[in-house]
Protein backbone atom coordinates (compact mmCIF):
# COMPACT_ATOMS: atom_id res chain seq x y z
CA UNK A 1 0.00 0.00 0.00
CA UNK A 2 1.24 3.37 -0.68
CA UNK A 3 1.62 6.26 2.30
CA UNK A 4 1.04 9.61 1.10
CA UNK A 5 2.56 11.79 3.07
CA UNK A 6 0.97 14.90 4.79
CA UNK A 7 2.06 18.12 2.94
CA UNK A 8 1.93 21.38 4.55
CA UNK A 9 -0.19 24.64 2.31
CA UNK A 10 3.71 25.87 1.51
CA UNK A 11 4.51 22.92 -0.10
CA UNK A 12 1.48 21.68 -2.25
CA UNK A 13 1.59 25.41 -3.54
CA UNK A 14 5.13 24.74 -4.41
CA UNK A 15 4.30 21.01 -6.22
CA UNK A 16 1.35 22.84 -7.98
CA UNK A 17 3.49 25.64 -9.59
CA UNK A 18 6.23 23.02 -10.47
CA UNK A 19 3.29 20.71 -12.02
CA UNK A 20 1.60 23.94 -13.51
CA UNK A 21 4.97 24.50 -15.28
CA UNK A 22 6.11 20.93 -16.18
CA UNK A 23 7.25 21.72 -19.49
CA UNK A 24 10.09 23.93 -18.62
CA UNK A 25 11.69 24.53 -15.06
CA UNK A 26 10.64 26.43 -12.32
CA UNK A 27 13.11 29.17 -11.59
CA UNK A 28 12.67 30.87 -8.28
CA UNK A 29 15.00 31.96 -5.14
CA UNK A 30 14.83 31.75 -1.21
CA UNK A 31 17.10 33.62 1.49
CA UNK A 32 19.32 32.31 4.51
CA UNK A 33 20.16 34.57 7.16
CA UNK A 34 24.06 34.99 7.24
CA UNK A 35 25.46 32.70 10.24
CA UNK A 36 29.01 33.11 8.26
CA UNK A 37 30.25 35.54 5.97
CA UNK A 38 32.21 32.90 4.34
CA UNK A 39 30.46 29.83 3.64
CA UNK A 40 26.50 29.87 2.67
CA UNK A 41 24.21 27.15 4.49
CA UNK A 42 24.50 23.96 2.34
CA UNK A 43 21.05 22.35 1.80
CA UNK A 44 17.30 23.75 1.25
CA UNK A 45 14.49 24.77 3.48
CA UNK A 46 13.20 22.08 4.85
CA UNK A 47 9.94 22.42 3.32
CA UNK A 48 11.99 21.97 0.19
CA UNK A 49 13.87 19.13 1.54
CA UNK A 50 10.91 17.46 2.25
CA UNK A 51 9.51 17.75 -1.23
CA UNK A 52 12.85 16.56 -2.70
CA UNK A 53 13.24 13.27 -0.37
CA UNK A 54 9.44 12.16 -1.09
CA UNK A 55 10.55 12.43 -4.94
CA UNK A 56 8.00 14.91 -6.04
CA UNK A 57 10.51 17.63 -7.34
CA UNK A 58 14.29 17.30 -8.55
CA UNK A 59 15.94 20.54 -7.53
CA UNK A 60 19.39 22.37 -9.54
CA UNK A 61 20.82 25.06 -7.55
CA UNK A 62 22.33 27.68 -9.87
CA UNK A 63 24.10 30.41 -7.80
CA UNK A 64 24.28 31.54 -4.24
CA UNK A 65 25.04 35.92 -3.71
CA UNK A 66 25.33 37.29 -0.81
CA UNK A 67 23.27 40.38 -0.86
CA UNK A 68 19.97 42.65 0.73
CA UNK A 69 17.12 40.67 1.29
CA UNK A 70 15.17 41.20 -1.82
CA UNK A 71 12.05 39.71 0.15
CA UNK A 72 12.64 43.22 2.59
CA UNK A 73 12.70 45.04 -0.49
CA UNK A 74 9.85 43.97 -1.58
CA UNK A 75 8.12 44.34 1.65
CA UNK A 76 8.94 47.67 2.30
CA UNK A 77 8.37 48.79 -1.44
CA UNK A 78 4.43 46.91 -1.28
CA UNK A 79 4.55 49.06 2.54
CA UNK A 80 5.54 52.53 0.66
CA UNK A 81 2.63 52.63 -2.26
CA UNK A 82 0.64 54.99 -0.58
CA UNK A 83 3.33 57.22 0.53
CA UNK A 84 4.88 60.18 -1.60
CA UNK A 85 8.00 60.29 0.97
CA UNK A 86 8.47 57.86 3.38
CA UNK A 87 10.45 59.20 6.70
CA UNK A 88 11.98 57.17 9.34
CA UNK A 89 8.72 56.99 11.06
CA UNK A 90 7.30 55.17 7.98
CA UNK A 91 9.98 53.32 8.39
CA UNK A 92 10.08 52.32 11.65
CA UNK A 93 6.21 51.21 11.92
CA UNK A 94 6.84 49.23 8.82
CA UNK A 95 9.59 47.69 10.80
CA UNK A 96 8.04 46.71 14.11
CA UNK A 97 5.03 44.73 11.41
CA UNK A 98 7.61 43.58 9.78
CA UNK A 99 9.71 41.78 12.77
CA UNK A 100 5.88 40.47 14.00
CA UNK A 101 5.52 38.64 11.19
CA UNK A 102 8.73 36.52 11.42
CA UNK A 103 8.65 33.18 12.89
CA UNK A 104 11.16 32.02 15.74
CA UNK A 105 13.32 30.21 13.31
CA UNK A 106 16.21 30.91 11.24
CA UNK A 107 13.79 34.08 10.30
CA UNK A 108 14.04 35.92 13.38
CA UNK A 109 17.44 36.46 12.30
CA UNK A 110 16.49 38.44 8.89
CA UNK A 111 15.48 41.56 11.26
CA UNK A 112 15.66 45.06 8.64
CA UNK A 113 18.20 47.39 10.28
CA UNK A 114 16.70 50.49 12.45
CA UNK A 115 18.06 53.06 9.67
CA UNK A 116 15.74 53.82 6.79
CA UNK A 117 16.30 52.21 3.97
CA UNK A 118 18.66 49.35 5.53
CA UNK A 119 17.42 45.82 4.68
CA UNK A 120 19.40 42.74 6.42
CA UNK A 121 22.25 40.99 4.18
CA UNK A 122 21.31 37.63 3.50
CA UNK A 123 22.14 35.08 1.47
CA UNK A 124 19.81 34.93 -1.77
CA UNK A 125 19.86 31.27 -3.20
CA UNK A 126 18.48 30.70 -6.81
CA UNK A 127 17.14 27.24 -8.20
CA UNK A 128 15.29 25.52 -10.53
CA UNK A 129 13.22 22.89 -10.13
CA UNK A 130 10.65 20.13 -12.26
CA UNK A 131 8.03 18.01 -10.47
CA UNK A 132 8.92 14.01 -10.97
CA UNK A 133 6.63 12.47 -13.11
CA UNK A 134 5.65 9.22 -10.96
CA UNK A 135 6.73 6.24 -12.74
CA UNK A 136 3.60 3.56 -13.99
CA UNK A 137 3.04 0.95 -11.24
Known sequence: MT???SLTQQQLELLRLAKKNSVEELRLSYEFPVLDDDEPPSGHPLFIQELI???FI???MQGTALGASEFQQESWTEYCEEIDYPSQADWDRWRQGFIAQLSEGFESLMIPEKILGQFTKVWI???SLRA???SSL
Open 58 to 60: QVQ
Open 125 to 127: REI
Open 132 to 134: VQP
Open 53 to 55: DHH
Open 3 to 5: QIP
